[in-house]
């Protein structure tokens, strides 16, 4: 039986319940051995997904003033409120371990989460293509990125969550829309405090998740610890996270407008698309009726990571949604692009409004 390296890693720092799963990924890739990491914070912040752009999504202000960080991660998806309530399990395996399709990868990984689920005497399922449900009621978001050649899944199983937290952290419209978040996520978001009236133990559902993990991959789980070399990577982590270039990394170049008219010919246009797999943000500059600048941004999951590659093959492409299409159909192409519930047309979409 292959043998899985266990981190079982308690509580952490905030920042490194996002560093470590990020540094033990580099080491995988670069040959180290495949991990699963189990761990939660000690401390409440708010994290966003790879391609979205921190002041559009995130109520800064709230942030600061309620003293919760905010980190982004190399992994899809949206904003999100984590705490300790939340138990984290982090799946770093190395691509030739793993199988190439995505929906082959949630389908593999998430087996273990959804039986823990159902051996607490919670009645979860796996909705492609990564969601955990109980009735209709998501218990557990997931996401999957590579980092180099090491395939990572990250999720958590829901002990309890803070939902007037997570509603008033999102950059929302008015009061009005607030409100309307909150009641939708209180009736469709549920957790296992709600579920079974109480939380086990964390060390009861920890063993539990661990031996459904042994089970769904016929490995064998050996515990072991950080090495000096991944800790040393971690540490790195540590200083880049918090540097505004990574948490800044997806800006607009040209914020708060729909369409604007710069001179003769030259527009600069943002427009949104929501797809099946998420919502894209597509800001352009336009010269003529052809892109010379493009932004995308949402919460989508694109593997591999390529959305720098499309924003550069679109300058000099016409402003026509066919045309976009193909340009980026080629990426998706060359690269052997996978996007959950997102197209090339849903791109062009966004970009044409």
Same mark, same amino acid.
Request: hydrophobic residues 40%; charged residues 25%.
């Given at each position: ?25 580099? #080491?995988? #890739? ?212 918090? #540097? ?110």
């Amino acid at each position: 039986m292959r043998e899985v390296r266990l981190l079982d890693l308690g509580f952490v720092s905030a920042l490194r319940s996002q560093t470590i799963y990020h540094g033990v990924a580099e #080491s995988v #890739s670069a040959g180290g051995q495949d991990t699963i990491s189990l761990l939660s914070p000690g401390d409440p912040y708010v994290c966003v997904g790879m391609h979205q752009e921190l002041e559009k999504e995130v109520d800064l202000d709230y942030c600061r003033d309620m003293g919760l960080p905010v980190y982004r991660r190399r992994v899809g998806g949206g904003a999100v409120y984590l705490d300790r309530d939340q138990l984290f399990y982090h799946i770093m395996f190395h691509k030739d371990h793993a199988p190439r399709d995505i929906t082959e990868v949630y389908n593999r990984f998430l087996k273990a989460p959804v039986e823990a689920y159902r051996a607490l005497g919670i009645e979860a399922f796996h909705r492609p293509v990564n969601d955990l449900q109980v009735d209709n009621r998501k218990i557990g978001g997931t996401g999957a990125a590579t980092m180099g050649d090491c395939v990572v899944v990250v999720g958590s199983l829901i002990l309890d969550f803070n939902y007037e937290a997570m509603s008033r952290l999102l950059k929302v419209p008015d009061e009005k829309f607030r409100d309307k978040v909150y009641k939708s996520m209180s009736e469709y978001l549920t957790t296992v405090k709600r579920e079974l009236g109480s939380v086990p133990p964390r060390d009861e559902v920890k063993e539990v998740l661990i031996s459904k993990f042994k089970e769904t991959l016929d490995v064998e789980l050996v515990r072991g610890e950080l090495s000096p070399e991944e800790l040393q990577i971690i540490e790195g982590l540590d200083g880049y996270f918090v #540097s505004d270039e990574w948490l800044n990394k997806v800006k607009r170049r040209h914020p708060g407008f729909r369409k604007v008219k710069i001179s003769e010919g030259v527009h600069v246009v943002e427009s949104t698309h929501k797809s099946p797999g998420g919502l894209i943000r597509a800001s352009s500059s336009l010269k003529d009726d052809v892109i010379s600048e493009v932004v995308l941004t949402g919460d989508f999951f694109i593997y591999p990571d390529v959305v720098g590659e499309i924003e550069e093959a679109l300058a000099g492409v016409k402003a026509d949604e066919t045309a976009i299409a193909d340009a980026i159909g080629n990426i998706y192409s060359s690269s052997a692009v996978q996007s959950p519930g997102v197209t090339p047309a849903d791109f062009a979409k966004a970009i044409i409004g």
